[in-house]
C-alpha cells in the first residue's frame, strides 16, 4: 500500500450541531468495475460520537486538513469505542486537485 492509499491522523466531524474532532484511521482500494475508489477505517474513541452512532447517527461530513469536505457513513462502535467510517468516491485526505470521482 502506498503512502496516498493511507491515511492516519486528526479529522473533523461535522454533526447536524456541530464539529467533533477525531484521530482516524483510513485506507482506500480503487474498484475498477465501479471505477472509483472505496474507502473505509475508524476513529478513536469519542465518548459523545460514540453515544450518538449508538443512538442511531448515520453521517457525517469528514474534514481532513488540506482536502476538501466529504461524506461519510458512520457505522456501530467497535469494541473498544472507535465508530467505523466509510464512504466511496475520491478519498477525503486526497488533495482537492486529484480530482472527483468517477
Known amino acids: 500500500m502506498t503512502d496516498e492509499e493511507e491515511y492516519r491522523g486528526p479529522a473533523t466531524l461535522t454533526l447536524d450541531d456541530g464539529p467533533i474532532a477525531v484521530e482516524v484511521r483510513m485506507s482506500a482500494r480503487f474498484e475498477p468495475i465501479e471505477g472509483r475508489f472505496r474507502w473505509a477505517g475508524r476513529t478513536n474513541p469519542v465518548d459523545d460520537l460514540r453515544e450518538r452512532?449508538?443512538?442511531g447517527l448515520r453521517t457525517a461530513t469528514i474534514?481532513?486538513?488540506?482536502a476538501p469536505d466529504t461524506s461519510v457513513k458512520l457505522s456501530e462502535p467497535d469494541p473498544w469505542g472507535g465508530v467505523r467510517i466509510s464512504g466511496a468516491?475520491?478519498?477525503?485526505w486526497f488533495p482537492a486537485a486529484a480530482g472527483g470521482d468517477a
Open 63 to 66: 474534514t481532513i486538513p488540506g
Open 53 to 55: 452512532v449508538s443512538a
Open 89 to 92: 468516491g475520491t478519498p477525503p
